[in-house]
């Protein structure tokens, strides 16, 4: 069966194509700094925003027009399985992701839960055999059912951390199974909303347990790929334990697992988290610790989760200069954890947004290749700290000087002399390169 029999596979056809349904700049076989633009993006598509998301909101009903959604239940998920791998095949995407929740519905028990996901995944593998698209990461949902209403892996009730548990055994023998290049924790209500009800020592030790435990298994049964921390800040809980990627390492320091994690960072939850999406990926990629990314972009005018398609030039450019410094992604990927808008309801409209996302990526994959490749904010920034290269500041560099030396030397300085940071001309090259890719 069809579901996008209107649609075509979508090639890449230039800046000057009219069509909507074409790559404008994405061109996945374009080489880029030594590898195929394919290679160093390696794109995803979120199963849960794109084949499960009904447009619902907390002011309306789902409105979403989709072809599957004529079927229920076990049939509704083989639907959307089926319809998802034609999607992928079309778009031409190497990678997708999945909660367990999103690709089989949930039994009256954990054994029936565990039976229907059985089935789907014995399907799922079928297609996969035959198809370019692999996963690039699974994970297990335990913030969307009530169990999980004060946490999972934190929540005061041991029987809840022990369901918690099985999922995550059940999600690595899936991620084993089906070859996922990764596998990504996001605590989801792993948090509080008050001290006065919470022991905040005992939640985080048993994070703590609970993600050493994940690591142990994994070893267990052979599993390799790549675990990765999702931070969020606030929603849905007021002080989230994973808040952003400075707060996850300290955590997985404190327990010991920062050999075994790297992050998987969302440009929105970097923006609820006060920070820009480049601050996140620098910190993380400075600590040895980028892992993969959840492409997609907030609303400045609202400070909530929107998960809006990534179109904005400037911050994908800042996003792939420091992938790109960070020698590409590895394992990981640019997962579409975006959503089209409530008014974009129509099904064609699914692939308008991820040709947009896409492009947008592929024109801040050749903008950040050529600065780095012209060495502008390098050398710049080479040049602004240039008094640690020599003298004093190379002492203090090398721990040599302590206080006392560095007073002697303070007393004998004249006017102290400093040089202009020069935002505003950075940001105009910045733009100007941007332009002059869109122009070539």
Known sequence: MSYFSNISAIKYEGPKSTSDLAFKYYNPEEVVGGKTMEETLRFGVAYWHTFTYDGGDPFGAGNMERSWDRFSGMDLAKARLEASFEFYEKLNVPFFCFHDVDVAP?????????????????????????????????TANMFSNPRFVHGAATSPNADVFAYS???????????????????????????????????????????????????????????????????KPKE?????????????????????????????????????????????????????????????????LLGWDTDEFPTDLYTNTLAMYEILKNGGLGKGGLNFDAKVRRGSFEQDDLFYAHIAGMDSFAVGLKVAHKLLEDGVLENFVDNRYSSYNEGIGKQIVDGTVGFKELEEYALGLGEVKNSSGRTEKLKMIINQYILNVIAE
């Open 106 to 138: 949930e039994g009256q028990s954990l054994a029936e839960t565990n039976k229907n996901l059985d089935e789907i995944i014995n399907m799922m593998e079928k297609y996969m055999a035959t198809s370019k698209t692999k996963l690039l990461w699974n």
């Open 165 to 231: 548990a099985a999922k995550v055994k059940k999600g690595l023998e899936v991620a084993k199974r089906l070859g996922a290049e990764n596998y990504v924790f996001w605590g989801g209500r792993e948090g509080y909303e008050t001290l006065l009800n919470t022991n905040m020592k005992l939640e985080q030790d048993n994070l703590g347990k609970f993600l050493n435990m994940a690591v142990d298994y994994a070893k267990e049964i052979g599993y390799e790929g790549q675990f990765l921390i999702e931070p």
């Open 236 to 300: 849905p809980t007021k002080h989230q334990y994973d808040f952003d990627v400075a707060t996850g390492i300290g955590f997985l320091r404190t327990y010991g697992l920062e050999n075994k994690f790297k992050f998987n960072i969302e440009a929105n939850h970097a923006t609820l988290a006060g920070h820009t999406f480049e601050h996140e990926l620098h910190t993380a990629r400075i600590n040895g610790m980028l892992g993969s990314v959840d492409a997609n972009q907030g609303d400045t």
